[in-house]
Nanobody, 124 residues
Framework: QVQLVESGGGLVQAGGSLRLSCAAS????????MGWFRQAPGKEREFVSA????????YYADSVKGRFTISRDNAKNTVYLQMNSLKPEDTAVYYC?????????????????WGQGTQVTVSS
């Protein structure tokens, strides 16, 4: 079992920035592709970004390309989501997730472990 603990959410004005962190337990963190998802009120959980186990490959939803950057520090067992130029439409609960194979994926159903979520609210 993998434990994921998220932090870094909060309230920011439109155009501002936040950096989310997700700390993973265990010494096998470097084997897991990681993803970030978000869920706004009344909407389904939405893919945001994913990163391969090595950090070499990244994927982004079209809605966040050019604004968000995913990264990881395997020595610290942590994955990050740097969010710049935030918009009110980015308001959601953000979740990090880990996949138990080395293949990167963009579907929520492909991920096996989930964090508790952290609220991001962007005011206009």
């Amino acid at each position: 079992q993998v434990q994921l603990v998220e932090s870094g959410g909060g309230l920011v004005q439109a155009g501002g920035s936040l950096r989310l962190s997700c700390a993973a337990s265990g010494r096998t963190f470097s084997s897991y592709p990681m993803g970030w998802f978000r869920q706004a009120p009344g909407k389904e959980r939405e893919f945001v970004s994913a990163i391969s186990s090595s950090g070499s490959n990244t994927y982004y939803a079209d809605s966040v390309k050019g604004r968000f950057t995913i990264s990881r520090d395997n020595a610290k067992n942590t994955v990050y989501l740097q969010m710049n130029s935030l918009k009110p439409e980015d308001t959601a609960v953000y979740y990090c997730a880990a996949r138990s194979t080395r293949l990167i994926a963009t579907m929520a159903a492909a991920y096996d472990y989930w964090g508790q979520g952290t609220q991001v609210t962007v005011s206009s």
